[in-house]
């Protein structure tokens, strides 16, 4: 997955996006709307009130109107071996 961009795919399918992270279960790069970013899992979507949240392992709910754009997070790369025949 590329960066989806909110505003380019539309509420609903930014959201059905962040459903699906919460089943596949993978960690996703956030960017909000005030440039903040982090990267996270999404552990449900809930609606309340009438506004959607993410809500999230390790950071507080996001009302979903204030991420701008969401990506894969790619995990961490683990460092080659030394090669031995150096």
Do not use: Y
């Given at each position: 997955m590329g960066k989806l961009e909110q505003d380019?795919?539309?509420?609903?399918?930014?959201?059905d996006?962040?459903?699906e992270a919460v089943l596949v279960k993978r960690p996703v790069s956030i960017e909000l709307r005030d440039g903040t970013t982090f990267i996270d899992h999404v552990t449900d979507v809930t609606?309340?009130?009438?506004?959607d949240f993410a809500v999230f392992r390790s950071h507080s709910r996001v009302p979903v109107r204030d991420i701008a754009a969401a990506t894969r997070a790619?995990?961490?790369r683990r460092p080659e071996p030394p090669d031995p025949r150096r």
């Open positions: 380019e795919v539309g509420r609903c399918s930014f959201i996006v962040l459903e609606t309340e009130s009438g506004q790619e995990p961490p």
